[in-house]
């Protein structure tokens, strides 16, 4: 090498080290944020920083960002000299249990993660990476909305990322992280994902605020009261996932990506089960007398691998049980009454998460046994001023359109529209199993009795007796699986031990189910 050869090397390392070492303070600035008395702010509301949240949730050192250096473009109301470090989103790549996925965190101590016209493309960047990758996508959410002083820009950019929320929808999953504010119109990218995770005195999502409220209605209420994270996991079943921490709701993240396939054609990662031999007690959970309660629950606990068990909406609709777990290692979804929470009926909540859930599942690829115990829809007033047709039909709509494999495991009661509805084999359901304990009937013995033999109970000289007599003629006759059984409605009148055979070999011969509905643009499903 000549002297002036070895000139120029050096030349050029140094040079490389001047730059290198002006991208790390460059990058420095980028993670500063909104300044450290913002990130104390944040801190000191138990709150982690954007940045934090990502590290914490992903696999360690998976972490890529982009788009670091993107800066606004606003220019009225002074923002020409405010400078807002990534635009108060950050955007990147990594793995969640090994499974690569696409994340952004709105960073609140820049603007308040107030969402501008580049704040927006850089979501909607990552948004199309991940459809372009078919990888899940993730969004943490911690905003105060449109930014203001940026006007239509901010509306536009709300726009695009409802649009690609709704491209994406059933071919990647999309899960959402309220973190912090969401509120105005940033609520409508949640509700348009497929999963929202909300925390305790963190999560905050309305659409009209405290303030707007006291002006237009003259009423006094918090943010809590309005959209915490308790309001939307119990009473609007907006969320689906509820915890007391981050650091919890990180974990919930985790266990719920482990279970879901990456996209629309693929199966879930099998993970063998750690202990094959659990003991399995089914026959000791269910009460055989129809009006005692159990906890459906145990029920799916004791059929699925390990601890798999992970619940969807637990808090809400809890007249209904949906989940994901596993069996013999791959992921099955569950969809059962919960005879705990009003007996079990269907209502127009419970129509709702489960017709939704079906839906996920059917998109997704992930076979759905239903397991059947209740005495019907709910009756009354309310419900049906609340549209109980029409949410009604949800879950009736969903089972007939689903085309993954469909399981039925009727435990006891099976009454009237509950028994159609909950995946019958007139809805075309694959199998449908039933237990000897099972009662399939248009409704409870009780009732029946009192419509078709009013006249001899009436007329009895002890019409108490004649009454009960009557209720069990009906039973026997109608409240047992045979005579469903006998037409065909019912593939095996099972015994309860054997459930999880005829579940496991259920799905196992319909790993390659192929079934067609009419060509058509889409359906319309009662919304
Ligand atoms: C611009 C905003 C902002 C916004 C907050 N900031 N929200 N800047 N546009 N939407 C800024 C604040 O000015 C402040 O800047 C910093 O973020 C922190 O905000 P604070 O108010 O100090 O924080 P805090 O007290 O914690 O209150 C948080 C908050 C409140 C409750 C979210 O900021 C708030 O009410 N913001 C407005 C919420 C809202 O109404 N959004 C709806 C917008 S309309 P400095 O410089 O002082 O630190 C909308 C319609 C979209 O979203 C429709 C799409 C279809």
Known sequence: MSLLDSKNNALTAMSLKRKTLELLKK???????????????????????????????????????????????????????????????????????????????????????????????KITKIMDHAMKMRVPIIGINDSGGARVQEGVNSLAGYGEIFYRNTMASGVIPQISVILGPCAGGAVYSPALTDFVFVVNNISKMFITGPEVIKTVLGEEI?????????????????????????????????KLISLIPWNNSRKALAFPPK?????????????????????????IKSLVDDDSFLEVQELWAANIVVGFGRMNGDTVAFVANQPLVLAGVLDVDSSDKAGRFIRYCDAFNIPIVTLVDLPGYLPGVDQEHAGVIRHGAKILYAYSEATVPKIS?????????????????????????????AEIAVMGPEGAANIIFRKEIMEAADPVAMREEKIQEYKEKFANPYVAAAKGYVDSVIEPKETKKFIMHAIEVSSNKTEFRPAKKHGIPPF
């Open 27 to 121: 990058r420095e600035q980028v993670i500063l944020g909104g300044g450290e008395k913002a990130m104390q702010k944040q801190a000191a509301l138990g709150k982690m920083n954007a940045r934090e949240r990502i590290l914490a949730l992903l696999d360690k050192d998976t972490f890529h960002e982009y788009d670091m250096f993107i800066e606004h473009d606003a220019r009225d109301f002074g923002m020409d000299k405010k400078s807002m470090p990534g635009d108060g989103v950050v955007t990147g790549t990594g793995k969640i249990m090994g499974k690569p996925i696409c994340i952004y965190a709105q960073d609140f101590t820049v603007a308040g993660g107030s969402l501008g016209l580049m704040h927006a493309r």
């Open 222 to 254: 918090s943010m809590e009261e309005l959209g915490g994270a308790k309001v939307h996991s119990v009473i609007t079943g907006n969320a689906h996932f509820y915890a007391e921490s981050e650091l919890e709701s990180f974990a919930q993240i985790k």
């Open 275 to 299: 202990n094959p031999n659990k003991e399995y007690k089914i026959e000791n959970i269910v009460p055989s007398d129809p009006k005692e309660p159990y906890d459906v629950r145990d029920v």
């Open 409 to 437: 495991v009727i435990l006891r009661k099976a009454y009237g529209g509950g028994y159609i509805a909950m995946n019958s084999r007139h809805l075309n359901a694959d199998f449908v199993f039933a237990w000897p304990t």
